[in-house]
């Protein structure tokens, strides 16, 4: 996932940053409520975890500015202020979940992935079109079939099923992690090579012939199909 992770704290933000990205997730770390606020206004990202006491703009106002401009991005707070009282606020202003300091970072880790499933699960319950359509390449869901320039591909059913995905999802980062679980059912595994395998295949098919790219690598984060 992307997450953009909100923390003043010299030691706790690298460490909290570090720790999600040898879990497979692409982390940016900020120590400005204002300097969050902009990032997340301008990028979509999949996870957003906030302090609440922190320079510039506290994470509740970030949280509040955002859902007031209509961004869905789960978000969690993560604070000293465990009171009842503080609590209900942080919901009320749109929060999906809520760890007071001190944690365990077993406990985040958990939280952050419970997220991650719960966003992707909504976003599969939208309607899915069975022809997705992209350029001049198209898959359609019931025949089977995958077409580029009026040429049929002949594609197995991981590259299928993988191609899928990111037509699913045109534009945005799509991390490693988030295809191990999604198209192959596996946890983060750091020493698999199934991803890459797999995507170099499936652009030795529907990118290699052709005259543009359709899948795209940003190095040390994923991949994005598309523009």
Avoid at 112 to 124: E, F, I, P, T
Avoid at 125 to 145: C, G, H, K
Avoid at 174 to 184: F, P, S
Avoid at 195 to 211: A, G, M, N, Q, Y
Wanted: negative net charge; proline residues 4%.
């Amino acid at each position: 996932m992307r997450i953009l992770l909100l923390e003043d704290d010299k030691h706790l933000g690298p460490w909290v940053a570090g720790g999600l990205r040898e879990e497979g997730h692409v982390v940016d770390h900020f120590e400005d409520g204002k300097d969050a606020l902009m990032a997340a206004m301008g990028q979509e990202f999949d996870l957003l975890i906030l302090d609440r006491m922190v320079p510039g703009l506290d994470g509740l106002s970030v949280l509040k500015s955002l859902r007031a401009s209509k961004n869905t991005s789960p978000a969690l707070f993560l604070t000293a202020l465990g009171e009842v009282d503080a609590r209900v606020e942080g919901f009320d202003a749109g929060g999906d979940d809520y760890l007071t300091k001190p944690f365990a970072f077993a406990e985040l880790s958990a939280r952050v992935n419970a997220l991650g499933r719960r966003r992707d699960s909504s976003d599969s319950a939208e309607p899915a079109s069975t022809v997705l359509r992209f350029a001049d390449l198209t898959l359609d869901m019931l025949s089977r079939s995958c077409i580029r320039q009026e040429q049929e591909i002949d594609l197995m059913a991981k590259e299928f099923k993988l191609l899928e995905y990111f037509m699913r999802r045109p534009g945005r980062l799509v991390t490693r992690t988030m295809l191990l679980e999604q198209v192959w059912d596996m946890s983060f595994d750091p020493t698999t090579s199934v991803v890459e395998t797999h995507i170099s295949r499936l652009r030795s098919k529907i990118d290699k012939p052709f005259k543009e790219a359709l899948i795209r690598t940003r190095r040390g984060e994923g991949y994005v199909f598309g523009k």
